[in-house]
């Protein structure tokens, strides 16, 4: 069974750091891209960002509201992806997803993780 | 960057109402889908490809669409259906964006 756990979110302090995790089971990671979403409290579903598989490079793309700030990485021996998020702003304060991605990261994501909240706040 | 803009923004309805959900994008998208969120929990995919039902997902679920409109009918609402419901364009033009999503409300 295909299954997605988030973790490593918490309360920090603006222009702090924090790193989460996707640690995944039941398939092939390496297989697979991953993508990454948040949901402040209340509002919609935002694309973050992506990782491609290694076999397409492990390319990154990053949405504009984090480019620069966040950095999408892989360890497919853990089978596990992270989300390293820097110079943290009140903004970014969100519940993050992690997904399965299609190897080239353009997919619909059939399986999600549970969520991980990230506070900033002073 | 893509927007998709996703009407009414909250429905009221009763179980045993069919309802149709739109979805508009501001250009031409080849891939849509769509997922159902309930609060505390992560989205569920429903609809991959504009129209082919994910895996699990019962026939009374439909989706349509292509270019810039695209749709998703509930033929009879069920208890679990009230939820709110997001569309998302993918493929490789980034970012993946999202409508701002359909709360779906028990009348």
């Known amino acids: 069974e295909v299954h997605l756990v988030d973790s490593g979110g918490g309360l920090v302090q603006p222009g702090r750091s924090l790193r989460l995790s996707c640690t995944a089971s039941?398939?092939?990671?390496?297989?697979?891209?991953v993508t990454w979403f948040r949901q402040a409290p209340g509002k919609g579903l935002e694309w973050v960002g992506l990782?491609?598989?290694?076999?397409?490079?492990?390319?990154?793309d990053y949405a504009a509201s984090v480019e620069g700030r966040f950095t999408i990485s892989r360890d497919d021996s853990k089978s596990t992806a992270y989300l390293q998020m820097n110079s943290l702003k009140t903004e970014d304060t969100a519940v993050y997803f992690c997904?399965?991605?299609?190897?080239?990261?353009?997919?619909?994501?059939?399986?999600w993780g549970q969520g991980t909240l990230v506070t900033v706040s002073s | 960057e893509i927007v998709l803009t996703q009407s009414p923004g909250t429905l009221s309805l009763s179980p045993g109402e069919r309802v149709t959900l739109s979805c508009r994008a501001s250009?031409?998208?080849?891939?849509l889908a769509w997922y159902q969120q309930k609060p505390g929990q992560a989205p569920r995919l429903l609809i991959y490809?504009?129209?082919t039902r994910a895996t699990g997902i019962p026939d009374r679920l439909s989706g349509s669409g292509s270019g810039t409109d695209f749709t998703l009918t509930i033929s009879r609402l069920e208890p679990e259906d009230f939820a709110v419901y997001y569309c998302?364009?993918?493929?490789?033009?980034?970012?993946?964006?999202f409508g701002q999503g359909t709360k779906l409300e028990i009348k």
């Open positions: 997904g399965r991605s299609g190897p080239l990261g353009s997919s619909s994501i059939a399986y």
């Open positions: 998302q364009q993918y493929g490789t033009s980034h970012p993946h964006t």
């Open positions: 250009q031409n998208i080849r891939y």
């Open positions: 990782i491609t598989s290694k076999t397409y490079g492990g390319t990154r």
């Open positions: 490809g504009a129209s």
């Open positions: 039941g398939f092939t990671f390496g297989d697979y891209g």
